[in-house]
């Protein structure tokens, strides 16, 4: 006897995995009600075929189109929501405007595009609308200057814990009995070792030009000086691109970098720094080739300071010495890591690091290296995104021969401050373990205290607000929906009767919203309505509140669609999330 369930699941999403969204850091933006997407009118996926896209029109023309309503007010629905269904079709099954719709929405059905011979195949036409829609944005760019800001504080807090006992996480001290110091006489010891400030603007001189003018300064025990640095960049292709610079005061530095993509897999890049014309201008080649789909292969030599016969320094006065290095970067998900192996002359290392994305807004770090110069060194840290335009970072970094250092650093829009403070010269283990334990302990009650309680104050607050603001909107897509749904009573009817006298698919309940608050819209005819042959296929990727018969209930709040059905006389049920796809009927539905 053949299996009534069959494999109906959805297809896989291809597209990699989902990081985990910080719900409190949506922007507020996002929240407002979003324009009409087609593929939920069709109720197809963005890989829908040429067929289905026909196939998904007649179904639905069958049902909305007015000549098959008599009744004035339906007549007169069924052309508001024919109309919208004559859109989707229109566009979707024009590859030129399929491809514009998936670029950039509605923006890029409004926007004149020059692709020129339409004969192009769909990655063609994508990468021809990015690149003019990059250049678009470059020459709307034209006239505004991007500036950005570094300041790094380094700071000497090594004198702060060289008198005062610290408690081991294991019971004792770290150190033997210490003179005892009070808290602000110790922290009037610590001094800042070194200021640097960097600042730099750019501004387009043209689609492929751009001018970054910058200064720079640095201040040292009551000791320092600066230098103004200008750069112009210029790409060529988008395969080639070049930069010339070139400090402005003494001492005169001049740097000529260049790239150059061989292929869509590989690239070369050349950096030459000119200091004097003493000698041979130091090289830095790259070689580049991504390995896998995430992972990226690369290799560096660096020449140092060279000498062509008596032109150049002699090896006894040089700065620095010749090197190769080979390295590994991937990128996949929520995980990266990069690997480093390097040997020159001089110094040698190998230094590994590994990133975790545990959501949308925070990301941990953790580093270790070895190296013939500075011993072994390991790192751990993480950022968080704490507003909308604002990273803080926190690390602590231990060396057996560098002691024992925390790294603050903030970053606002192009603005970033940076803080290494030197807690202790020398390898002190408890009090590396406190540098990190402590500002986890104090991040995490602040986020959990105060931060995460004010977002969703915030949150709360602004969703009401959208919700007066587009009441009238609400209140019309609950209308068109309702609309929608008389406009199918008839024919679900009729399909509820056919699947009920073959033991087929028929839905009982289908509640659509936050379940959890009861803030639900009854979308039972409309799921009904999307039966066919005893099968139901809701593709994902988008809201279901485009659907039609659909609207949202809850303006702002996650939502999800619970569907109860009755499959061979026995009762399934299914609750998805709003983007999900939804497949019917499974097995895994049935009710106990």
Not at 13 to 42: C, F, M, N, W
């Amino acid at each position: 006897m053949d299996d009534p369930y069959e494999d109906r699941s959805m297809p896989a999403d291809t597209t990699g995995r989902h990081i985990e969204q910080d719900d409190l850091l949506a922007d507020l933006e996002d929240l407002k009600p979003s324009e009409v997407d087609y593929y939920a009118v069709l109720n197809l996926s963005k890989t829908a075929s040429e067929e289905e896209i026909k196939d998904s029109y007649k179904r639905l023309s069958r049902v909305f189109h007015p000549d098959k309503h008599s009744d004035p007010a339906l007549k007169e629905a069924a052309e508001t929501k024919f109309h919208i269904i004559n859109k989707a079709f229109e566009v979707l099954s024009n590859s030129q405007l399929r491809t514009a719709y998936d670029e950039y929405g509605e923006e890029g059905l409004n926007t004149k595009w020059e692709v020129g011979h339409k004969i192009k195949t769909p990655q063609e036409l994508r990468d021809e609308y990015a690149r003019l829609a990059r250049e678009k944005r470059e020459m709307e760019l034209e006239s505004l200057v991007r500036s950005k800001n570094d300041i790094t504080i380094n700071v000497d807090a090594s004198r702060v814990f060289s008198n005062r006992d610290i408690p081991s996480p294991f019971g004792g001290t770290a150190f033997g009995k210490k003179q005892k110091v009070g808290i602000l006489d110790s922290l009037k010891r610590t001094e800042i070792m070194q200021l640097y400030m960097k600042n730099s603007f750019e501004t387009q001189f043209g689609p492929r030009t751009q001018l970054i003018v910058g200064g720079q300064m640095t201040s040292r025990s009551g000791m320092g000086g600066g230098n103004v640095v200008g750069t112009l960049r210029h790409s060529f292709s988008e395969k080639c691109q070049i930069e010339i610079g070139s400090s402005l005061l003494n001492p005169r530095v001049g740097v000529l970098k260049g790239t150059y993509s061989i292929d869509a897999l590989t690239f070369i890049t050349g950096v030459a720094q000119v200091r004097n014309f003493q000698g041979p201008a130091p090289l830095v080649m790259t070689f580049g080739r991504r390995i896998t789909k995430g992972a990226t292969g690369y290799m560096t030599y660096r020449t140092g300071e060279w000498a062509i016969g008596s032109w150049g320094p002699v090896f006894e006065r040089r700065r620095d010495f010749s090197s190769m290095a080979l390295g590994l970067s991937s990128q996949e998900g929520d995980k990266s890591y990069q690997v480093e192996l390097q040997t020159g002359l001089m110094q040698s290392h190998l230094s590994v690091d590994r990133t975790w994305t545990l959501d949308s807004s925070t990301r941990i770090r953790v580093g270790g290296s070895l190296s013939t110069t500075a011993g072994i060194n390991a790192s751990i840290g993480g950022d968080r995104q704490v507003t909308d335009h604002t990273k803080v970072g926190l690390a602590v970094e231990v060396g057996l021969s560098g002691g024992v250092a925390f790294n603050i650093k903030v970053k606002r829009l192009g603005q970033s401050v940076t803080i290494p403070i030197v807690l202790s010269a020398e390898f002190n283990p408890k009090l590396a373990f406190w540098a990190a334990v402590v500002p986890i302990c104090a991040v995490t009650a602040l986020d959990m205290g105060y931060v995460k309680p004010k977002r969703r104050r915030e949150r709360a607050e602004k969703i009401q607000e959208l919700r007066k603001v587009h009441a009238d909107f609400i209140e019309r897509q609950k209308k068109e929906a309702e609309e929608a749904i008389e406009l199918l009573r008839e024919s679900t009817g009729r399909k509820t009767k056919q699947e009920k006298d073959k033991d087929g698919l028929v839905i009982i309940e289908a509640l659509y919203g936050n379940l959890n608050a009861g803030l639900v819209a009854d979308v039972t005819v409309a799921v009904q309505a999307l039966v066919n042959d005893s099968q139901l296929s809701m593709p994902g990727g988008h809201s279901k509140n485009h659907i039609l018969g659909f609207y949202d209930p809850c303006l702002g709040e996650k939502k999800q669609l619970r569907i109860r059905y009755e499959f061979q006389r026995r009762m399934h049920e299914v609750v998805v999330a709003d983007l999900a796809s939804v497949a019917a009927p499974v097995r895994s539905h049935l009710l106990a």
